[in-house]
């Protein structure tokens, strides 16, 4: 713990209630924050502990490491916490009001209605475009290696993949020529949602400065391709008899016990674009990394397929996704002995929770065995915990698993990049520059 003395209140009359870096200090590292927030976060870990508190007035804002801690906030404190953040509400400015983003009164009544929607044969539907997806990735590289092994960037081919998937399984539609120019456009305007959450002083998005014109060109093909969704099912209806409703076949029903506006449907697609296809990309993308620089894993996992869930959710663990979640404090809580007061920001780390001792053997280290009996139920967050728990995460978990197992067993992969790989910490966690691999033909 550092020796410095901190100061009893941080101005607008917030008290310190928890150890934490000097302002000064952040004041230093603001470069490095910006530029490094995972290295940072980690450092301040661990010269502060599993509960710290920043040097910031407004909102007073704290961070929450701890396997138990994390479980406290998002868990037990669930209603006395909101998803009124600044990123939650930066990053509605891309998805509207949709599930992820909604505050709990709105959230409730939706989550309660969308939930069928992620039935057991929903997902096994996705299955039928898990396999559609994979095959066009076969041919896609079988005609690439015609010539002898070929490099491919594995987050572009990973995020074609999941947009085609989560298209197909949620919305019923086809996104073949469009599929560049949606994942370039989500990954533009997710950049201006974190590029705002960055900058305390953010320039509202109705002002033109270049920044904010070309989120809101992203956001314009976004909404267009919600379009297209809402046209091509109005052109191919599902009969009343189809044995399974999809997404948007629940978005659209004017059945509901509280019909969708146009807005809320709106909202609603553009949530799942957002959220199902870029987080499972990236975990996909990081699972690649993690297991051409460690071919033993790759070589147990080629001879039983069955290993890549555990591979998937190990990956998870050492790569989240989602790598922050925000919440506000609605009342004063208590995580680990450490007052948070009403309205503090609450960040709770996964990618600090997984590389907890606490509750890891050996925290940075790639092993799939680990998740041999399932995953543990503290310190394990990827999808995050309680009731705002992931909808989609089972969807994602099958994805996954079919997906390495798929490509381990048909393909060569091997690594181009010495790891490590530099880490752009966005929305999710991508590779700062692609993620090279080569791929190769097997021998017959
Ligand atoms: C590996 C892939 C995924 C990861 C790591 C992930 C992660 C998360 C996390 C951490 C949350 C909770 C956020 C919070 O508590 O503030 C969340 C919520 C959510 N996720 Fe995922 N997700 C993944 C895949 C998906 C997929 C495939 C879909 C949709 C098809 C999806 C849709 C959503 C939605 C709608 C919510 C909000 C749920 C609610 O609040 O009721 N996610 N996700």
Request: hydrophobic share 45%; charged share 20%.
């Amino acid at each position: 713990m550092s020796g410095q003395k901190t100061p009893k209140k941080y101005g607008w009359n917030t008290p310190v209630t928890a150890v934490g870096p000097p302002g000064g200090a952040m004041l230093r590292n603001l470069k490095n924050i910006v530029s490094d927030p995972l290295n940072y976060l980690e450092a301040t870990w661990t010269e502060f502990g599993d509960v710290i508190q920043f040097p910031i007035p407004k909102p007073a804002t704290y961070l929450v490491t701890s396997p138990e801690g994390a479980r406290e906030v998002l868990v037990n404190q669930h209603n006395a916490t909101s998803k009124r953040t600044l990123q939650y509400n930066n990053l509605s400015l891309v998805t509207g009001e949709g599930l992820l983003t909604a505050d709990t009164q709105a959230w409730r009544p939706r989550r309660r209605m969308l939930q069928p929607a992620f039935h057991k044969e929903m997902i096994a539907l996705s299955m039928h475009h898990i396999e559609a997806g994979l095959s066009k990735l076969d041919s896609h590289w079988n005609e690439l290696t015609e010539e002898g092994p070929a490099i491919v960037d594995m987050d572009h081919a990973m995020m074609t993949l999941a947009l085609e998937i989560t298209c197909g399984a949620l919305f019923g539609i086809n996104v073949d020529d469009e599929v560049d120019e949606i994942t370039a456009a989500t990954l533009i305007a997710l950049h201006g949602v974190v590029a705002r959450a960055r900058n305390p002083i953010s320039v509202p998005l109705f002002i033109p400065t270049p920044a904010n014109l070309k989120m809101k060109r992203a956001i314009k093909r976004l909404d267009k391709a919600v379009e297209a969704i809402l046209s091509s099912r109005a052109l191919n209806k599902l009969p009343d008899d189809a044995p399974i409703r999809d997404m948007l076949d629940v978005l659209l029903d004017p059945d509901l016990e509280i019909p969708l506006t146009k807005q809320q449907i709106r909202d609603e697609i553009a949530t799942f674009i957002v959220a199902g296809h870029e987080t499972v990309a990236s975990a996909l993308t990081w699972a690649w990394h993690l297991l051409v620089t460690n071919p033993d894993e790759l070589q147990k996992l080629k001879s039983d397929p069955m290993r890549a869930q555990q591979v998937f959710d190990e990956s998870l663990r050492l790569y989240p996704p989602a790598w922050v979640i925000t919440r506000r404090t609605l009342s004063d809580i208590t995580v680990d002995d450490v007052l948070i007061p009403a309205n503090s920001l609450v960040i709770v780390s996964p990618w600090l929770v997984h590389r907890n001792p606490k509750a890891w053997e050996s925290p940075t280290k790639f092993m799939p065995d680990r998740f041999a009996s399932g995953a543990p139920q503290l310190g394990y967050i990827p999808f995050g915990a309680g009731a705002r728990l992931c909808i989609g995460k089972e969807m994602a978990r099958l994805e996954g698993a079919k997906i390495l197992a798929h490509i381990a067993t048909h393909w060569n992969v091997e690594a181009i990049h010495a790891s490590p790989v530099p880490i752009d910490a966005s929305v999710t966690l991508r590779p700062e520059a692609g993620m090279p691999i080569r791929i190769s033909r097997l021998l017959n």
